[in-house]
Structure formats: structure tokens, C-alpha cells
Antibody, heavy 119, light 107 residues
Framework: EVQLVESGGGLVQPGRSLKLSCLASGFTFSNYGMNWIRQAPGKGLEWVASISSSSSYIYYADTVKGRFTISRDNAKNTLYLQMTSLRSEDTALYYC????????????WGQGVMVTVSS | DVVLTQSPATLSVTPGERISLSCRASESVDTYLHWYQQKPNESPRLLIKYASQSISGIPSRFSGSGSGTDFTLSINGVELEDLSIYYCQQGNSLPFTFGSGTKLEIK
């Protein structure tokens, strides 16, 4: 069974940093691209970042480019999102989601981890 | 960026009805258009990929159609468990974008 379990969220002050993790199981992690997608409270879905299976290709939404870094450790079956210079508008539920290589749809999602940016 | 416009924003339906939800793209996305269902307090779930391709485990009452800029998600015989928000998403070009969703309410 495919499982994606996010962790690392919490309350953080504006301008500070936070690192999210997503532990994958039930599939060969190194064969799949991975993504972070967020959802602000009561709002829709926003794609944040994507990383290919071998980390060769990395893409970001303009809203986070230069502040967020997506990475992965295939030996640990774990996806990361390093978030710096956090703003109130980054407050959201952050999902990790799997994609089949070169197919840009998201076939499995984690349960999400909440990030709240507030003083 | 490709803007996806979903309509209606909210749809109130009677169980058993056949309904259609619309997703219109601001430019052609070919068939790189996918549909998701998000039930209250749950993560999104992939319903349809590439505009019309079915997903294993998804009930057959869900179907998709369209190409280019106009797409439709149909539910043939709405059930109470279909109470959800439905999102379309394009994977044709970066940044990947989602529509604002259609909320399905059951009468």
C-alpha cells in the first residue's frame, strides 16, 4: 500500500525557516517524481514544487522561488521542503504527492502537514 | 500561466442525477487535464487522468471528456458519498495549475 506521511509543520514567525519531510513507503521511491502542493485554509490547491526521480529536474512556483528548496534522499525514501523567509501567505496545509515520471498528474497524496506563519 | 476556470462554483443535486462539471483553460492544454475529488477533511484523490482516462478503484459513474480548452467531468447517478469539491489540474506546462473547484452539495 502506497503511503506518504508528512511531518515537520508547526507555528513559525514571519521571516523564519521550517523544513518539512515526507516519508514514502509501499512503492519504489526512486522511480517516481515527487511534488509539494499546498492548500491555504478554506482555499483551493496550489502546486509548490516538483522534483524528478533522480533530482535532475526541479521546478518551483514563482510564489516560492528563491525561498523554498525541494530535495529528496532516495536511500531514506524521503522528500523534503526547506522553507525560508516565511510569510503569512505561506500559511497552508502542505501535501506531498507522487507523480509518475513525465506524467504531470498526482496519483497519491499524503494526509498533509499544517504550517502556520504568524507572530 | 494557464488559468483553469471551473463552473459552476457550487452545484446542488439530487441523488441519482447525472451531472456535468466544467473546466475551461485559458489556452490549449491538449488532453493534459486531470480531475481530483476532495472530500471534507480529506486529501485530494485522483479521479480521471488525461481528460478521459479512468483510474483503478474509481467508480465507473465518473467519466471525463474534452480536449484543448474545454473539459467536462460527468457523474452518472450522483450518490451521497460524492459530496466533495472537484478540482481540475493541467499538466501541460509549468507552473502546474488547478482550477478553483466545484463544490457538490447533495439536496
Amino acid at each position: 500500500e502506497v503511503q506518504l506521511v508528512e511531518s515537520g509543520g508547526g507555528l513559525v514567525q514571519p521571516g523564519r525557516s521550517l523544513k518539512l519531510s515526507c516519508l514514502a513507503s509501499g512503492f519504489t521511491f526512486s522511480n517516481y517524481g515527487m511534488n509539494w502542493i499546498r492548500q491555504a485554509p478554506g482555499k483551493g490547491l496550489e502546486w509548490v514544487a516538483s522534483i524528478s526521480s533522480s533530482s535532475s529536474y526541479i521546478y518551483y512556483a514563482d510564489t516560492v522561488k528563491g525561498r523554498f528548496t525541494i530535495s529528496r534522499d532516495n536511500a531514506k525514501n524521503t522528500l523534503y521542503l526547506q522553507m525560508t523567509s516565511l510569510r503569512s501567505e505561506d500559511t497552508a496545509l502542505y501535501y506531498c504527492a507522487r507523480q509518475r515520471s513525465n506524467n504531470y498528474y498526482f496519483d497519491y497524496w499524503g494526509q498533509g502537514v499544517m504550517v502556520t506563519v504568524s507572530s | 500561466d494557464v488559468v483553469l476556470t471551473q463552473s459552476p462554483a457550487t452545484l446542488s443535486v439530487t441523488p441519482g442525477e447525472r451531472i456535468s462539471l466544467s473546466c475551461r483553460a485559458s489556452e490549449s492544454v491538449d488532453t493534459y487535464l486531470h480531475w481530483y475529488q476532495q472530500k471534507p477533511n480529506e486529501s485530494p484523490r485522483l479521479l480521471i487522468k488525461y481528460a478521459s482516462q479512468s483510474i483503478s478503484g474509481i467508480p465507473s459513474r465518473f467519466s471525463g471528456s474534452g480536449s484543448g480548452t474545454d473539459f467536462t467531468l460527468s457523474i452518472n447517478g450522483v450518490e451521497l458519498e460524492d459530496l466533495s469539491i472537484y478540482y481540475c489540474q493541467q499538466g501541460n506546462s509549468l507552473p502546474f495549475t488547478f482550477g478553483s473547484g466545484t463544490k457538490l452539495e447533495i439536496k
